[in-house]
Nanobody
Framework: VQLQASGGGFVQAGGSLRLSCAVS????????MAWYRQAPGKQRELVAQ???????HYADSVKGRFTISRDNAKRTTDLQMNSLKPEDTAVYYC?????????WGQGTQVTVSS
């Protein structure tokens, strides 16, 4: 199973970016799809999660600015990030949960300048 993330980059504060993640490989069930991020010197944190048959869940710091979506047929998840702030700067990782197994993408850098 492989997760390929794309869409990171450099943007000024107030701008927008869209991250995408595609899942490949043999996997029957994706219980949830999520995005995490890790800033330098900080622990990895959950940004947004979209579990199967559930409503999306967001970290308080991104509510109202970020939107997670998923396409079960295509096995993709996107993260639309609006009104970006310098504190959103981090490496963003897509994640899927299959049963009790977590799979991670390679990470994509998002840099927001003030």
């Amino acid at each position: 199973v492989q997760l390929q993330a794309s869409g990171g980059g450099f943007v000024q504060a107030g701008g927008s970016l869209r991250l995408s993640c595609a899942v490949s490989g043999r996997i029957l069930t994706i219980n949830s799809m999520a995005w995490y991020r890790q800033a330098p010197g900080k622990q990895r944190e959950l940004v947004a999660q979209f579990a199967y048959h559930s409503l999306p869940h967001y970290a308080d710091s991104v509510k109202g600015r970020f939107t997670i979506s998923r396409d079960n047929a295509k096995r993709t998840t996107d993260l639309q990030m609006n009104s970006l702030k310098p504190e959103d700067t981090a490496v963003y990782y897509c994640n899927i949960l299959n049963g009790r197994t977590n799979y991670w993408g390679q990470g994509t850098q998002v840099t927001v300048s003030s």
